[in-house]
C-alpha cells in the first residue's frame, strides 16, 4: 500500500520539480519510483498548508491564504496529474499500474481537499471584493469548489460523504482500466474479409492457423464495419465492439450512479442532474430537457428519411428489405450510401493522407493562422511511436510549450482521441512562467503491410479537433493555473476544437495536408469536391447519437434509486437514434466520458 511506504521528506516543491530533467518532463519513471512520489507529493502538500492555517485570521491576505493554498495544492495536484496520465498510453505495464493507482488515491486526496472545513474556513475570511479580476476569479473557483465537494458538511455526515467519494474513485478508475485492457479479437479466414482493401488485410496480424485478427482498436473496428461484406462477420465484431469492458463495467456504472445520487442529495440538491447543472449555463433540468428534445424533435425527420434510405440499400443487396436498421448494418450501408450518392470512398482517401504528412500540413496551417510555429523536440517521450514538438512565437521565437502526439493503439492504451495537459501555465512561487505540456492520445491507422500510417477523413477531422484542445491549453496565459489549461468551464471546453474541425473541410487545406503515398499527388479536385459535399450526408443520425448519449446521461442520474442501465439504454436508443439495441449487448460498459475522474 501507498501509505506504508518509507521515504524521505523532500522540501517544498521539490517532487514537483523531480517531474524535470534539464527543464523538460521526464517519462523514465518505475512503478516503485511513481508510489513513492506521491507520498513525497502528499506530505510537502500537508506541510505547506501547515504554514498557510497557521496564519492568524487578523493577517490573513491574498499571498499568505488563498495564493499560498493554490501553490500548495498545485504542487500536489500536478505532481499526481502528471504521473496519473501515465495510466493511458505509458509503454511498461508496471508503470500503467501504479500510475493508476495513483490517479485513483490521488483523486481521493484531492477530494479530501476540497471538502477541509479548515482551509475552506481560511479562505472564506479574505477580503474578495478588493482583489483584481484574476484574484476575484480564483477566490470564486476555489470557493465554490470547496462547497460542491461538501467541505459545509459536519461530523458523521462529512466522514459518510468522503468515504461514498473515495469508493467511486475506485469504482471509476477500475472501470476505465477494464477498458484499456480489454483484448478482446475476431478471428476471420481470408474469404470473411471480402470488401476489406490489401491495406487493410496486409497489416492484420495472424493465427498460427492462418486466419486474420481483428481487434476492437479504430482502426481495426471502424474500416471493418464500413466495408466487410459478411454480415455475420460485421455482427460478431460488433457484438463484442459493444461488450468491451465486460459485465463487470455495466455493475461498475451502476454503482457510481448511486453514490452520484446519494452525494448529491446529502448536499441538498434534490438528484445529480441538478447538482452538476447548477454550474452550468443551463442551470436546470428543465432547460436542459427542452434543449434535448427540441433538437430530437428537429432531427429526427430528416433521421427517419436516412433510415429509409438506408434500409432500400439493404433491399439492393439482399433482394428484401431488412425489418430494421442495425448498428452491425449501419455502417455498411451508410458507406455503400456515400459511395453511390456522392462517389465517394473513403479508403481510397486514406491513400492520401500519410500521418506524417498531415501533422506537417496541419502544423503549417495553423501556424500561419496564429503566428506559431512547431519544431521537432529532442526531449524524452514514454514509447517509440510518440512525435514531440515545441511550439514558440513566430515573431519573438519564445517558447509556448511542448506538445506530444501519441497516435498508435497498442494494448493497454486508452481506447478513445483526446488531449490532456500533463502541466498547465502558470505563474510559480518563484516568479517564473511554467510553460504547459499537453499530449495528444489517439487511435489511427498505424503503419503496416509495407505502407506507412494511412489516415481516414474521420481521422483528420478527429486530429484537427484535437489540435483545438492543444492550441487552447498552450496559449493560454493565466497568472494562477486553476484558471487556465483545461480548468476551464465545461460549456466552453469545445469550442477551440469544433471551431478547428472547419479547416479539415476546406479546399485549400485540404490540398496542403494530402499526398498520395506512392505518387506524391495531392487530393484531385473532383475528389475534395465530392468530401466537402458529403458533409452533411449522414449528419442526422450522427446528431441524433449525439442526442441520445446526452438524455440517457440525464436519464441514468435523475433516478435516485437503483438504474437498470441496460434496460434504460434499450428503452431510450430505439426512440431517440433509432436504431435497436443489438440483443446481448450492454454499449455502456464502455461509455466512458460518463466514467471520468473529472466527475464534477
Not at 487493410?200 to 495472424?206: A, G, H, P, T, V
Not at 493465427?207 to 455482427?235: C, H, L, S, W
Not at 436516412?306 to 432500400?312: A, D, M
Amino acid at each position: 500500500m501507498i501509505a506504508a511506504l518509507s521515504v524521505p521528506m523532500l522540501g517544498a516543491a521539490e517532487t514537483y520539480d523531480s517531474l524535470f530533467k534539464n527543464g523538460v518532463l521526464r517519462f523514465n519513471y518505475t512503478g516503485a519510483e511513481i508510489k513513492k512520489m506521491d507520498v513525497s507529493a502528499k506530505a510537502e502538500f500537508e506541510a505547506d498548508i501547515k504554514k498557510m492555517l497557521a496564519v492568524p485570521d487578523k493577517e490573513k491576505n491574498f499571498e499568505n491564504t488563498l495564493l499560498a493554498f493554490e501553490n500548495a495544492y498545485n504542487n500536489y495536484y500536478y505532481t499526481a496529474k502528471a504521473l496519473a496520465l501515465l495510466t493511458y498510453f505509458h509503454d511498461k505495464e508496471d508503470v500503467r499500474e501504479a500510475a493508476a493507482e495513483l490517479e485513483s488515491e490521488g483523486s481521493k486526496f484531492k477530494a479530501n481537499i476540497t471538502s477541509r472545513k479548515d482551509i475552506y474556513n481560511a479562505l472564506k475570511k479574505l477580503d474578495a471584493p478588493s482583489y483584481g479580476n484574476q484574484e476575484k476569479r480564483l477566490y470564486t473557483f476555489w470557493i465554490n469548489r470547496f462547497e460542491r465537494a461538501g467541505a459545509k458538511l459536519d461530523g458523521e455526515e462529512a466522514k459518510t460523504y468522503a468515504a461514498l467519494t473515495n469508493k467511486k474513485m475506485e469504482l471509476i478508475t477500475k472501470y476505465n482500466v477494464n477498458l484499456m485492457n480489454d483484448k478482446q479479437t475476431l478471428e476471420l479466414t481470408k474469404e470473411e474479409l471480402a470488401g476489406m482493401s490489401d491495406l487493410y488485410i496486409n497489416r492484420l496480424q495472424k493465427t498460427k492457423d492462418g486466419k486474420y485478427i481483428v481487434t476492437m482498436k479504430y482502426p481495426d473496428y471502424n474500416p471493418f464495419m464500413q466495408n466487410a461484406e459478411n454480415e455475420n462477420a460485421r455482427k460478431a465484431l460488433q457484438i463484442k465492439f459493444a461488450n468491451r469492458g465486460g459485465p463487470e463495467n455495466v455493475t461498475l456504472l451502476e454503482e457510481v450512479l448511486e453514490i452520484r445520487s446519494k452525494t448529491s442529495r446529502m448536499l441538498g440538491f434534490k438528484d445529480h442532474p441538478q447538482y452538476v447543472l447548477a454550474d452550468r449555463m443551463a442551470k436546470d433540468e428543465k432547460t436542459l430537457r427542452a434543449f434535448l428534445k427540441d433538437i430530437q424533435k428537429n432531427i429526427t425527420p430528416a433521421g427517419k428519411e436516412e433510415k429509409k434510405n438506408y434500409l432500400e440499400i439493404s433491399k439492393k443487396l439482399k433482394g428484401k428489405k431488412d425489418k430494421d436498421l442495425t448498428f452491425y448494418n449501419y455502417p455498411y450501408y451508410s458507406n455503400i450510401y456515400l459511395k453511390e450518392n456522392f462517389n465517394l470512398d473513403k479508403e481510397a482517401f486514406k491513400e492520401y493522407f500519410p500521418s506524417e504528412h498531415v501533422v506537417k500540413g496541419m502544423m503549417d496551417t495553423f501556424g500561419e493562422v496564429f503566428s506559431i510555429k512547431f519544431e521537432p523536440a529532442a526531449v524524452p517521450t514514454w514509447h517509440k511511436d510518440v512525435m514531440a514538438y515545441k511550439i514558440t512565437d513566430a515573431k519573438t521565437g519564445a517558447l509556448i510549450s511542448h506538445f506530444y502526439l501519441d497516435l498508435y493503439p497498442r494494448d493497454g492504451k486508452y481506447t478513445h482521441a483526446a488531449a490532456w495537459t500533463f502541466i498547465d501555465a502558470h505563474i510559480k512561487p518563484d516568479g517564473t512562467y511554467q510553460t504547459p505540456s499537453v499530449v495528444v492520445c489517439s487511435n489511427m491507422n498505424p503503419p503496416g503491410g509495407g505502407a506507412p500510417s494511412l489516415l481516414s477523413h474521420e481521422d483528420v477531422v478527429t486530429l484537427f479537433h484535437e489540435f483545438g484542445h492543444v492550441l487552447q491549453m498552450s496559449m493560454t496565459k493565466p497568472k494562477y493555473a486553476s484558471l487556465g489549461g483545461d480548468n476551464m468551464s465545461w460549456d466552453y471546453v469545445e469550442t477551440h476544437s469544433q471551431l478547428l474541425e472547419n479547416w479539415a473541410w476546406d479546399k485549400a487545406t485540404l490540398k496542403k495536408i494530402s499526398k498520395h503515398y506512392k505518387t506524391g499527388e495531392p487530393l484531385p479536385d473532383n475528389m475534395i469536391d465530392s468530401l466537402i459535399k458529403s458533409r452533411t450526408a449522414g449528419a442526422a443520425f450522427k446528431m441524433l447519437r449525439q442526442n441520445f448519449l446526452g438524455q440517457l446521461d440525464l436519464a441514468y442520474h435523475k433516478s435516485n434509486k437503483h438504474v437498470d442501465s441496460t434496460k434504460v439504454y434499450y428503452d431510450m436508443v430505439k426512440k431517440i437514434w433509432l436504431i435497436p439495441a443489438t440483443p446481448g449487448t450492454y454499449p455502456q460498459g464502455s461509455f466512458g466520458h460518463i466514467m471520468s475522474l473529472t466527475d464534477p
